[in-house]
């Protein structure tokens, strides 16, 4: 394709200059007329130059170029008509001035109808002679000056159509009505509308509706003084046989629409006269690779089956989900029986192809919520949401397995296959992804153990645990009988005057064979046998009984917190037993603060939030622990009746060079202060987390900075030490 790109050349020649002298080509067959005629136009700055005759004229003309010709009609060779007809044919350009007797003024009309700039009627005068030269000159000059600007013009419009018309974008301009004022050519191959179709139409004709809101939005907003230029992703109908939206990157320009003679007018009227100019470009096929690329971060190519990120996404979901409808759910995990063998027979093609029959397969057995994920060679995992019982998920199993039964065709050969399933339901073999998987996990292996083909339930016995953790689990049992457990006490302190203020109660196994045991190594064992319980209303004695040495020193000013396992507080008897425990030892209710964490609120929100305002009732303060780490949502701060956050050491750690912001903790810190809540920073451990969290406005402060968790004499010792002041 060649276009036409004319207008790309140079501009036509600049005007003479000012010292310019007009070229004169004076023409008589009279040898006088002609000598006077030189003598009257000498000096006056043309340059003369004369011809006796038609032809002489025309062979002048020819070998070089003249701005006016002072012309007589009647000659013996050729005509003054004839010069004129070369003139009109090849020698555009020049002005024409005819002089003539009276008797030939017929020829004379004739020659202006020719094209002649001017008659002069022989006699003429001078002044009349040089006045029609000078005209002639003058009008010349113009002519030439308005074509340079008309081709100008012309190209200079050209041009900008060129680049507007081949730009790759659409380019528009909206009225302040909204309608299409202008739009490129280019509107043509993207969306299949016709330039003229649309201008004057609203922009909404080509807007998808389902993104129309936003362009009103945006086209409103556009309008505004304020906002001069705004980007917006929108869906532009299309009208090419697909009829499928296209995306398009679009940004919108305010313009004043009205011409520079009234814009001062315009602007101090209000934004009326403004229009939109903009420019929108087609981003489909970017989206469409962006979408790509996310849906194979997603998906495994093979078989499209999500793949192991996806699942975890979705099983994180789906339990909590199940948590809150608190409904059961299986976790599967489905193998391929000696899949290694077609591999190696069929090779990797015949193994692909196998594997994707096998997908269809299994996923022709599951309803719409369930996930079915490829998460490995011929390991595929599954979730079941919304169970009713172990036996649904057990004929789901089931039918997977009779799915696989009918042989597989590979290269033509039949393919025997079969699956060994693992099961794994929450809450029952797990609460988390992590335990749910490596339990159906566990459980497959079981099934491989036992013979293949079929599926099997974890089981906590099939736990191949590490054999200390057993002995753990069994020695647990033993410690409240041997009265191994032990409080420990980690003192608050009060940044501004660096004073005690409280200490949280952290329990201690005193191990016979392996020392103090942090909380952390067993008390998931308590949680997971419901020895917690127990284990518990041991706590509370324990404490209040510590508390009572407390008073002994320093009386009522510290408090004590105390941490509460989700399943205690569940429990509808936490609270009366905190009650009778409190009033037995008589100790005020708010000198006790319960720590629970963020995810009880999750669980079970009405429960937690009945058996939380009994305890404000009573005066005991509650406090939500590492706060930040859970399913926390603002809005249950609003709804639970706590005082206190406690900002989580993962937090607290992450402080470590000076000079550096960190947002969480700001958050937290605004939190707190926004709904005027105490904030305690736990886990400090080192003078630039002090500072930091100081600075932020947190003002009170627990970790191995100041004290590791200690035993009460250790307490008791330190209180002696530091004389406590008695606060508020
Ligand atoms: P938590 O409530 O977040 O307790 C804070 C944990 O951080 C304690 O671990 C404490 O020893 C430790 N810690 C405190 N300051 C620092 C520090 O500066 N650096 C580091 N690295 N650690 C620090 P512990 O005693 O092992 O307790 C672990 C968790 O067990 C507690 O987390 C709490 O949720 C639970 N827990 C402890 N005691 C009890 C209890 O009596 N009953 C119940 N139900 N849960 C308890
Ligand atoms: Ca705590
Ligand atoms: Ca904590």
């Known amino acids: 394709m ?25 023409v008589d067959d009279e040898p006088r007329m002609l000598f006077s005629l030189v003598e009257l136009l000498k000096g006056r700055g043309y340059q003369l130059s004369t011809a006796a005759g038609g032809r002489e004229a025309i062979a002048r003309m020819k070998q070089a170029p003249f701005d006016l010709l002072l012309l007589d009609l009647q000659m013996p060779d050729i005509s003054g008509h004839d010069v004129m007809d070369f003139v009109n044919e090849s020698y555009q350009g020049v002005s024409v001035i005819i002089t003539s007797g009276a008797t030939e003024i017929d020829e004379a009309i004739g020659a202006i109808r020719r094209g002649a700039y001017g008659y002069l009627r022989k006699p003429y005068s001078r002044e009349e002679l040089l006045r029609t030269i000078d005209n002639a000159l003058m009008q010349r000059k113009l002519e030439a000056e308005n074509q340079r600007i008309a081709l100008r013009l012309e190209r200079s419009e050209r041009l900008y159509r060129y680049l507007v018309d081949g730009s790759p974008d659409i380019i528009y301009t909206l009225d302040p009505q909204g ?31 389902a993104d129309m809101e936003r362009a009103n939005y945006v086209f409103n907003e556009g309008r505004s003084e304020f906002a001069r230029s705004r980007n917006v992703e929108l869906r532009l109908n299309s009208k090419h046989d697909d009829y499928e939206p296209r995306t398009f990157s679009i940004e919108l320009v305010l313009i004043n629409l009205v011409g520079d003679e009234v ?60 948590r809150r409808n608190d409904s059961m759910l299986a976790v599967m995990f489905i193998d391929l029986d000696r899949f290694k063998m077609v591999n190696d027979t069929f090779g990797h093609g015949g193994g692909d192809g196998l594997l994707q029959q096998v997908s269809s397969r299994l996923k022709a057995c599951l309803r719409k919520c369930d996930t079915l994920s490829r998460i490995g060679g011929d390991e595929f995992t599954a979730i079941l949401p919304e169970l009713n019982s172990r036996e649904d998920a057990a004929l789901i199993a089931d039918k997977f397995v009779e799915s696989l039964r009918p042989p597989f065709v590979i290269a033509g050969q039949n393919v025997h296959l079969t699956a060994s399933i693992g099961v794994a339901l929450f809450p029952d073999d797990g609460l988390k992804i992590d335990d749910l998987l490596r339990n159906a996990d566990v459980a497959m292996y079981h099934m491989k153990a036992k013979g293949r ?25 033993l410690a409240l009988e041997r009265n191994e457990l032990e409080m420990f006490y980690q003192p608050q302190i009060d940044i501004s005057t660096k004073k005690i203020i409280g200490a949280e109660a952290l329990m201690r196994w005193n191990h016979p064979e392996r020392g103090f045991l942090g909380a952390g190594e067993f008390l998931p064992f308590a949680e997971e046998s419901g020895l917690i319980i127990p284990i518990s209303d041991w706590m509370l004695g324990a404490i209040c009984r510590d508390y009572l040495d407390w008073r002994g020193l320093c009386g009522d000013s510290l408090r004590l917190s105390l941490n509460i396992s989700p399943q205690y507080l569940d429990r509808g008897d936490f609270f009366d037993k905190l009650q009778t425990a ?31 305002d009994k305890l404000c009732q009573l005066g005991v303060s509650v406090a939500i622990d590492d706060f930040g780490t859970g399913y926390s949502s603002l809005s249950y701060l609003h709804r639970f009746p706590i005082h206190t956050i406690k900002i989580d050491r993962a937090f607290v750690m992450e402080i470590r060079d000076e000079g550096m912001q960190f947002p969480v903790v700001l958050a937290i810190v605004a939190i707190a202060q926004g709904l005027g809540l105490n904030l305690v920073a736990e886990g400090v451990e080192t003078e630039i987390q002090e500072r930091y969290l100081a600075e932020a406005g947190c003002k009170i402060m627990q970790g191995y900075l100041y004290h590791q968790p200690m035993s009460q004499s250790h307490l008791l010792d330190l209180m002696r030490e530091q004389a406590i002041v008695p606060v508020h």
Do not use: W
Request: proline content about 8%.
């Open 2 to 26: 060649t276009a036409d790109i004319s207008f790309l050349q140079p501009y036509p020649p600049e005007p003479p200059p000012e010292d310019f002298q007009p070229r004169l080509l004076l």
């Open 453 to 477: 083909n079929g599926h099997a339930f974890f089981d906590q016995e099939l736990l191949d645990a590490p054999l200390h953790k057993i002995a753990l689990q069994h020695d647990l049992h």
């Open 582 to 612: 409190l009033a037995r030892y008589k100790i005020p209710p708010s000198r006790f603060e319960v720590e629970v964490t963020e995810n009880i609120c999750i669980r079970n929100p009405q429960t937690a939030i009945d058996q939380l």
């Open 263 to 322: 814009s001062s007018k315009a602007s101090a009227a209000g934004p009326k006269s403004m229009g939109i100019y903009g420019v929108a470009r087609d981003i489909t096929d970017r989206k469409r690779a962006d979408a790509k690329i996310a849906y194979q971060a997603y998906h495994d190519i093979l078989t499209e089956l999500p793949n192991r990120a996806l699942f975890n996404d979705r099983l994180g979901l789906a339990l909590l989900q199940a």
């Open 179 to 209: 309608n299409i004022s202008f739009i490129n050519d280019r509107v043509q191959p993207l969306l299949g509308f016709r330039r003229s179709e649309l201008i004057g139409q609203h922009y909404s004709v080509l807007v998808h509706e």
